[in-house]
């Protein structure tokens, strides 16, 4: 008896042992996948692994997470590219990239892409298809900016949603002063104000839904020197330090869901990723909060950024096929309803905004559809491959008006100089 024990746990053992090498090697290929972690983005791409790998027991797929900020990310990304490393297979890639990265990646289409991409909202895959008309990624999630807002608290102060960035303003600092009495922590309204691309897709949005254009028309015309461009960025260098924390200019996305998490805001910017986290936390009851348009200018039109992420493969990975075959996978209609129900990721398949599932565990995905839809780009279609410096210029000079630096006239002058010496763009209004 003792001895077959013996027996038994020896074997157990040379199999935990050796069964790790082979486990390896029973392994025809392996792909490595770059993807982002706010939220819960990587859970559920390591999720949609293990799904992938178990259809396709040949392929082993590794999941490395990426910084949380776009230009950190990019300049990851970049160093692998200049180096033509092999080493990352499938990559993550912004909405506003494939200007820039189309010549490191594949086109999809080659690889089967084109019996799926008819199920795709065709805005993006437009924006992800170049002038050759090579599919350079394939949609995995979008994005649009989004208020959140505390239900609890505006019934409290007898208060509507705010419609326009003046009321978000009162009734942000109503309820802040009132909440401070007893919780000093307690902030009006928090977003993200970091000198990165967060930044850029915040001051679209001021500027965009106050009539103020979006810095580069899509005929391309600089035309971010205007009024109401500027009544917005000094109204937001307002916020800082009053409605919002002084530390607003060093917050992206995590930053202020944090604050928010905690029951400690009473509006939050941020994108659709934060609600699925929301119901989740203990500081208020999922009835409490609600998500809404953002506010617009007195004379303009809510304007969401357009975000989201798609998925390229790498022009210097080793095994194109089994790589563009995982992106697809990822990209199914299978992954997207997983990763919107157990996320909140907008799903870029657009009959799943009809999904039972799907609009149970998001039932603003179905109240806020035209948001989605119809979200503002950023200009990164006409400024191409320019399009991450002219976002740098802007962010810089918009932090500095929010630091209290520069004052917004300047700023925006200064913007204007700056992208046309870039791009060699003309002047207009918008
Ligand atoms: C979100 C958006 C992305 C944007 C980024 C900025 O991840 O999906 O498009 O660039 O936020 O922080």
Known sequence: ?????????????????????NVQADYEVELTIAGGAVGEEYETTVKAAEMYMEENPDVYVEVIDT??????????????????????????IDVIWPGELEDHLLDLNEYGAQDYVDEHFDHIIENNTNVDGELVVMPWFTDAGLLYYRQDLLDEYDLDVPETWSELEEYAGIIMDGEREENPDFEGFV?????????????????????????????????????????????????????????????MEEDARAIWHDGNAAFMRNWPYAYSLSMETDAFDPEDFGVAPLPAGEEGEPAGALGGWNLGVSEYSEHPEEAADLALFMASEEVQKMRATDASLNPTIDHLYE?????????????????????EPRPSTIAGDNYSAVSSIVYSEAHSVLTGEQDALTALEYMELEIQDLTGFELGQP
């Open 1 to 21: 008896m003792m001895k077959k024990l013996l027996v038994v746990t020896l074997s157990l053992a040379l199999i935990m042992f050796f069964g790790v090498s």
């Open 67 to 92: 910084p949380d900020s776009a230009d950190e990310r990019m300049s990851l990304y970049l160093s692998f590219f200049e180096a033509q490393s092999p080493e990352v297979d499938v990559y993550q």
């Open 191 to 251: 977003w993200q104000g970091d000198a990165y691309e967060g930044l850029t897709c915040n001051f679209l949005e001021w500027i965009a839904s106050n009539n103020g254009g979006s810095i580069i028309s899509p005929e391309g015309e600089i035309t971010i020197l205007n009024d109401q461009a500027q009544e917005m960025l000094e109204k937001a260098a307002g916020w800082v330090g009053d409605i919002s924390p002084a530390g607003a200019t060093n917050m």
């Open 355 to 375: 999904d039972e599932e799907v609009l149970e565990a998001n039932p603003f995905f179905e109240e806020l559809y035209d948001v989605f839809v119809s979200a």
